[in-house]
């Protein structure tokens, strides 16, 4: 499942490139700008201000929509299944519901991937996978990666690594660039907000370190998380412990996502207010210049 193709993207890897957002997370960050991206499956989205108050479409179409006393659409979740949100893809005539997930088709993907070979080459682009967390389905991203290996067009993949070692390894040959989280380096805080193995992370990146053609490790600066001098060096510090590791990006927290979760009935459990901390970034941008034996390009993502 895949839920969208951002085209003419000049972020998440170098030049012009084409960014393909996979459907399913391994991990549970409070934080995720993309929520819609971890189920594995599709997911419906609703925004109230964009519904008609005489349309009753969406109701005909699927049973667990309903209109309140007060004349609002009440979702019951628990009883959609694939079938009603396949149905309700094209009903909404002002899209306040909308379906995010489409079933992957690798020659179609390719063809559309494809339509803008001129610019990648021309600006040194090319594609990434992104996510929910890409490596959750390594058949489709290898068949891609394979694809455009040979057409030429340079590949990256947007990774926490938290999979198994054969998902990334089956991917391995066709990525020139891996653009991969590093959240914490303390395994319990880690595990506490994300739900996930610092551990098996760690393991990956040791064993990716040497095989890479290049990494470059992203790390989101999270209020009440990772927001400290000390979070960050201990990120840097094993940051420069990876031979092909030469960069790494600090995101600052931002809620340019929240809406998303209302959209999609889902608690918003971190802050309602951007980092606001550039003497942190700074800080650990002057530890990684004169703190590290080797030259480890540290920079601010906005």
Sequence with gaps: MYFNIQRFSTHDGDGIRS??????????????????????KRSLLFDQRSCLDECNLCQQACSAIQRDANGNIKINRSRLNDNDLIKLENTCPT????????????DELC???????????????????SGGEPLMQPELIATLAKRMYQEKINTAVETCLHVPWKNIERVLPHIDCWLTDLKHTDEAKFQRWTKGSLKRIKTNFEQLANKAKRIVIRVPVIPGFNDTEEDLRA?????????????????????????KYHLLDMPYLCSDKPLGKPELLESAKQYAQTHCNRKLLVTVRG
């Design 95 to 106: 899209q306040a519901l909308s379906v995010c997930g489409k079933e992957a088709v690798a």
């Design 111 to 129: 063809t559309i991937l494809l339509k803008d070979k001129p610019y990648y080459i021309q600006s040194d682009g090319g594609v990434t996978f």
């Design 19 to 40: 960014i393909l957002f996979l459907k399913g997370c391994s991990l549970a960050c409070p934080w995720c700008q993309n929520p819609e991206s971890r189920s594995k």
């Design 235 to 259: 990120i840097i510090d094993f940051a420069v412990s990876l031979e092909s590791c030469k960069e790494l990006h600090l995101l600052p927290y931002h809620t340019l996502g929240m809406n």
